[in-house]
């Protein structure tokens, strides 16, 4: 569904502290969305997922793609 109401040239963004869970998503998006760097602007808060995460010294999975 994403796919069908994503405006031309949006941006969907995903995040996960799952390994596994990150690469299937990763091969089930390969073929329909083209896969971009991940840019967050220097002013956007983080969530309370990023903060925890960066609390503990880890980076979350990111994955930001574009429509194909």
């Given at each position: ?6 405006r031309?040239h ?7 502290d799952?390994t596994?869970?990150f690469?299937e998503?990763?091969?089930?998006t ?7 760097p991940?840019?967050?602007p ?23 793609l574009?429509?194909?």
């Amino acid at each position: 569904q994403c796919h069908r109401v994503l405006r031309p040239h949006g941006i969907l963004r995903m995040m996960t502290d799952d390994t596994a869970y990150f690469h299937e998503m990763v091969a089930l998006t390969n073929k329909t969305w083209q896969q971009i760097p991940w840019h967050s602007p220097p002013d956007q808060p983080l969530t309370a997922f990023e903060r925890r995460f960066e609390s503990q010294g880890q980076i979350p999975h990111r994955l930001a793609l574009r429509r194909a």
